[in-house]
C-alpha cells in the first residue's frame, strides 16, 4: 500500500488460553463494557496493478470489485465475525440475547474510507439486525483526524526513532534475514525481487520504506487477498503460492510496521485519537458496546503506543488479519474491583477462505493479551493503572 498516514484493533501477544464467555450463572466477573476495533475485510489491492509493470512475470489477475473497495466475499466473512460476537455478546450480558439493544447501547465509529464504512455496516446489520445502529464517520479520509491524523510527528524525528530500532547493520541486516522469504516471493512473482530497501523521512507522517521490503509487504498481501477472496489456486500468486508460502511472505508485511509505524515516538501521536476514544469508553459512563472500524496501520500504531504483540490465528507474529481486531473488556471481579483485559480475534485464513460459520465448535482465533506495565497478571490489568499509563503516554508521548 502507499505510505501509511496511520490505517486500520491494538496490542502485545502472549497468546493465553482462549477466551470463552463464562456459562450463565458461573461467572467470575461481570463484563461491563467492551471497546473493539477491527481492520476492514478483503478487499482488493489498493491500486490496479498491485506493483508496477515488470515487477511480476504476468500481470496481476483481475477483481470484480474496484481498487481498494470490500468485497461481496469481504462482507460476508464480517457477518461471520459479527454472529459470533453477537452471540458472545449476549452470553456476556452487553446485548440483549434476542431483539434490539436499548439505544446508547452501542457506539460505533468508521475512518472514512469507503471499505471501512462498509465492513462496519456489515458488522453492524448482523450484530443487531433489523435493528438501526447508527454508524459514525467522516465525509471521506482526507475529512478526519481519528483514524489518519495529519501532522502529527515530525518526519524528522520519526525517520531517526525508526532507525533507532534498527538492528547493527540497519536494513540491509533486516533483508538479509528475510532472505528464504525473498527466495519464496521470488518463485510467485516469477522475476528477480531488487531486494534493496530504504527509509524515507515523510514530513508530518511516519517514515515510509522504500525498496524489496515495501514490495514484498504489497506484494504479500496481494496473494493473501486473492487467496481469503476464495480465488481458485490457479490463480492465487499465478498458481505458484501454497498456503505455507503465502504465511512466508506475509512476514514482510509487520516487518515494515516495526519501522514505519510501531516506533514509540510514531505510534504514541498516530495512535493517540483512538486511544483516546477507547479509555474515554472503558472509564466512563457511556456504551456497553463500542465498535472502531479502521485499517491495519491503525493497529500497528495501537500496538506500538502500548508495546504490545500478537499472533492473530494462522497469521505471523504481530501481522493483521483482514477484520482481525484487538479489543478491551472492562470486567468487575466478586470484590467490585474494577479491570481491563485485552484480546485478539480474527478467522484464520480458511475461515475466511471458505467462509465458515462461526460457532462454539468452530470459533475464530480469540485471545487475551499481555498489556505491559500492568504488573505479572497478564488476564487483567487493574483499571486505574490501565488509566494511568494510557493518560501518561497521552500527556507525553515519547521523544
Not at 293 to 316: K, Q, S, V
Not at 359 to 387: N, Q
Request: glycine content about 10%; overall charge neutral; proline content about 8%.
Amino acid at each position: 500500500m502507499p505510505r501509511l498516514r496511520l490505517f486500520g484493533v491494538l496490542l502485545t501477544v502472549a497468546s493465553v488460553p482462549a477466551l470463552a464467555a463464562p456459562a450463565p450463572g458461573r461467572a467470575e466477573v461481570t463484563v461491563e463494557r467492551v471497546v473493539m476495533l477491527m481492520r476492514h475485510g478483503v478487499r482488493p489491492s489498493t491500486k490496479f496493478p498491485a506493483t508496477p509493470a515488470g515487477t511480476t512475470k504476468e500481470a496481476w489477475p483481475g477483481w470484480s470489485t474496484p481498487a481498494g473497495d470490500l468485497t461481496a466475499h469481504g462482507a460476508e466473512g464480517v457477518k461471520r465475525l459479527a454472529a459470533y460476537d453477537r452471540m458472545l455478546f449476549a452470553e456476556q450480558g452487553l446485548l440483549p440475547a434476542t431483539g434490539c439493544a436499548a439505544p446508547g447501547t452501542i457506539a460505533a465509529w468508521s475512518s472514512g474510507s469507503s471499505r471501512a464504512i462498509k465492513t462496519g455496516s456489515a458488522f453492524l446489520e448482523t450484530l443487531q439486525p433489523g435493528c438501526k445502529v447508527a454508524l459514525d464517520h467522516p465525509a471521506d479520509e482526507d475529512a478526519e483526524d481519528q483514524f489518519h491524523p495529519t501532522s502529527a510527528v515530525d518526519g524528522d524525528r520519526a525517520l531517526a526513532a525508526a532507525q533507532a530500532r534498527l538492528p547493527s547493520g540497519g536494513l540491509a541486516r533486516v533483508v538479509a534475514e528475510r532472505r528464504a522469504d525473498f527466495a519464496t516471493l521470488e518463485r510467485i512473482v516469477g522475476v528477480p525481487v531488487d531486494t534493496a530497501s530504504s527509509l524515507k523521512a515523510i514530513p508530518g507522517d511516519n517514515p515510509d520504506i522504500k525498496g524489496g521490503l515495501s514490495f514484498g509487504s504489497t506484494a504479500g498481501q496481494t496473494i493473501l487477498l486473492q487467496y481469503l477472496e476464495g480465488m481458485p489456486m490457479r490463480e492465487v500468486g499465478w498458481g505458484r503460492a501454497s498456503k505455507a508460502d503465502i504465511q512466508a511472505v506475509l512476514r514482510f508485511h509487520p516487518t515494515k510496521f516495526q519501522y514505519e509505524v510501531r516506533p514509540p515516538y510514531v505510534a504514541q501521536r498516530l495512535a493517540a485519537p483512538l486511544v483516546r476514544r477507547i479509555i474515554d469508553a472503558l472509564s466512563g459512563e457511556g456504551p456497553r458496546v463500542t465498535l472502531l472500524f479502521g485499517h491495519d496501520g491503525n493497529l500497528a500504531a495501537l500496538g506500538g503506543f502500548y508495546d504490545m504483540h500478537w499472533t492473530m490465528a494462522d497469521y505471523p507474529r504481530d501481522d493483521i488479519a483482514p477484520g482481525g481486531a484487538i479489543g478491551f473488556e472492562l470486567v468487575r471481579d466478586a470484590a467490585e474491583r474494577r479491570y481491563v483485559r485485552a484480546f485478539q480475534q480474527a478467522q484464520s485464513m480458511d475461515q475466511l477462505r471458505q467462509l465458515t460459520p462461526l460457532t462454539r465448535a468452530e470459533p475464530p482465533s480469540r485471545s487475551y493479551l499481555t498489556i505491559p506495565g500492568c504488573g505479572s497478571d497478564v488476564m487483567r490489568c487493574d483499571l486505574a493503572t490501565f488509566e494511568r499509563l494510557t493518560r501518561d503516554r497521552l500527556a507525553r508521548p515519547a521523544d
